[in-house]
Antibody, heavy 120, light 108 residues
Framework: QVQLQESGPGLVKPSETLSLTCAVS?????????WGWIRQPPGKGLEWIGS???????YHNPSLKSRVTISRDTPKNQFSLKLSSVTAADTAVYYC?????????????WGQGTMVTVSS | EIVLTQSPGTLSLSPGERATLSCRAS???????LAWYQQKPGQAPRLLIYGASSRATGIPDRFSGSGSRTDFTLTISRLEPEDFAVYYCQQYGSSVFTFGPGTKVDIK
């Protein structure tokens, strides 16, 4: 079955760049679907960060301004998130998830999430 | 950006009771692009309902969704012990996806 697994540093210093990768197994990301990133600060709700199509087209939440970069590595069957100039407000559990084949689709399969703390 | 409001914030019920959760949007959600997720502590959200009323794969039929435009409802007909969790609505009809703040269903 399709599985997603996030990986990356659990601790990032303020003003630096947060980098996470989502490895996908059981499905080729080049076959279709959108793939997204969502985060959840401790004890709070969910926030959509952005998504990428298998073609490489991306779109993201404008609230994060130009700090977000989402890319994909088709040979490795994974996609990545970079969030620059982080502050304590970026401390959260970061999830990667699969959307449907259309851009307007919910997130039907999720990774387990990875906690990222921004602190010096 | 479409803002979603969920009510109540917390719903205290007993197993076997019916749960009714509300999600209201600040503007109309196009084509009923509204989903519901369940999240348990320490776990990722799980998709329950999409398109306002379609159950996702493997979701029991005690979960049902309804509504359109700005008013949506998730109903759990008879609460099972494993249903006590936080429920989020999400709209994916606009270019910026947004989630509601969640409703916690806890044991009375």
């Amino acid at each position: 079955q399709v599985q997603l697994q996030e990986s990356g540093p659990g601790l990032v210093k303020p003003s630096e760049t947060l980098s996470l990768t989502c490895a996908v197994s059981g499905y080729s990301i080049s076959s279709g679907h959108y793939w997204g990133w969502i985060r959840q600060p401790p004890g709070k709700g969910l926030e959509w960060i952005g998504s990428i199509y298998h073609s490489g087209i991306t779109y993201h939440n404008p609230s994060l301004k130009s700090r977000v970069t989402i890319s994909r590595d088709t040979p490795k069957n994974q996609f990545s998130l970079k969030l620059s100039s982080v502050t304590a407000a970026d401390t959260a559990v970061y999830y990667c998830a699969r959307q449907g084949r259309a851009g307007r689709d919910p997130f039907d399969i999720w990774g387990q999430g990875t906690m990222v703390t921004v602190s010096s | 950006e479409i803002v979603l409001t969920q009510s109540p914030g917390t719903l205290s019920l007993s197993p076997g009771e019916r749960a009714t959760l509300s999600c209201r949007a600040s503007q109309s959600v196009s084509s009923s692009y509204l989903a519901w997720y369940q999240q348990k502590p320490g776990q990722a959200p799980r998709l329950l309902i999409y398109g306002a009323s379609s159950r996702a794969t493997g979701i029991p039929d005690r979960f049902s969704g309804s509504g359109s435009r700005t008013d949506f409802t998730l109903t759990i007909s008879r609460l099972e012990p494993e249903d006590f969790a936080v429920y989020y609505c999400q709209q994916y009809g606009s270019s910026v996806f947004t989630f509601g703040p969640g409703t916690k269903v806890d044991i009375k």
